[in-house]
C-alpha cells in the first residue's frame, strides 16, 4: 500500500516563477488594450463631431431654403393668382438665414449658392468642420469640409400639384 504522502501531488519546483511569467505578460497586454480603445474612442468623437456639424449646416440650409421660398412675388399673385417666387428677394431672404443662423461648429467656407426656379428655392451651403482629437495625429487632415443643399417650395394657388424638386 502507497503511503497517503506519496500519492498527494507534488507542486511544481518553479510555481512562484511561472506564476510571475504569466503575470508579466497580462501587464504587458493591458497597455496595448488601453491604447486601442483610446484610439476608437478618439475615431468615434471625431466622428461624432463632422457628422453633428454636417446636420448643423443642413438645418441650415433648409431654413434658408424656407425663407427664401416665402418671397412669393405680390405683383403675380395680387395680379393674377399664381404664386410665384421673387428670384432677388428669395436670395436676399436666404443669405440673410444663413448669416443670421449660429451654425456650432462649423465655420462657412466659400459662398451661399441661391437657384430659384418658378416656386422652387434651392440653398447650397459649405463649411469646414474642426476635429477635435484628429489634429494631433500626425498625416490626418484636421479639418473636414461638410456641404449641405436644401430645397423647398412655395405650395398653394391654382394649381395644387407641386412639381418635383429637380433644380438642386
Same mark, same amino acid.
Do not use: C, K, M, P
Given at each position: 500500500m502507497p503511503r497517503p504522502d506519496a500519492t498527494r501531488a507534488t507542486p511544481r519546483a518553479d510555481w512562484p516563477a511561472f506564476r510571475d511569467r504569466e503575470t508579466a505578460s497580462v501587464l504587458l497586454l493591458m497597455p496595448a488594450a488601453v491604447l486601442v480603445l483610446v484610439v476608437m474612442a478618439s475615431v468615434a468623437v471625431d466622428s461624432a463631431v463632422v457628422f453633428l456639424g454636417? *446636420? !448643423?449646416? =443642413?438645418?441650415?440650409?433648409?431654413?434658408?431654403? #424656407?425663407?427664401? =421660398?416665402?418671397?412669393?412675388?405680390?405683383?403675380?399673385?395680387?395680379?393674377?393668382?399664381?404664386? %410665384?417666387?421673387? =428670384?432677388? !428677394?428669395? !436670395? *436676399? #431672404?436666404?443669405r440673410a438665414s444663413i448669416a443670421a443662423r449660429d451654425v456650432h461648429g462649423v465655420t462657412l467656407s466659400g459662398p451661399v449658392a441661391v437657384t430659384v426656379a418658378g416656386r422652387q428655392v434651392c440653398v447650397t451651403v459649405s463649411g469646414r468642420?474642426?476635429?477635435?482629437v484628429a489634429r494631433s495625429i500626425p498625416g490626418i487632415p484636421? *479639418?473636414?469640409?461638410? #456641404?449641405? *443643399?436644401?430645397?423647398?417650395? %412655395? =405650395?398653394?394657388g391654382l394649381d395644387s400639384g407641386v412639381p418635383r424638386r429637380a433644380i438642386c
Open positions: 454636417q *446636420r !448643423e449646416l =443642413a438645418n441650415a440650409a433648409a431654413a434658408a431654403a #424656407r425663407d427664401g =421660398a416665402s418671397a412669393v412675388s405680390s405683383s403675380h399673385f395680387y395680379g393674377g393668382g399664381v404664386i %410665384a417666387v421673387d =428670384a432677388a !428677394e428669395a !436670395e *436676399r #431672404r436666404a468642420v474642426d476635429r477635435i484636421a *479639418r473636414v469640409t461638410v #456641404r449641405a *443643399r436644401s430645397t423647398a417650395t %412655395a =405650395a398653394g
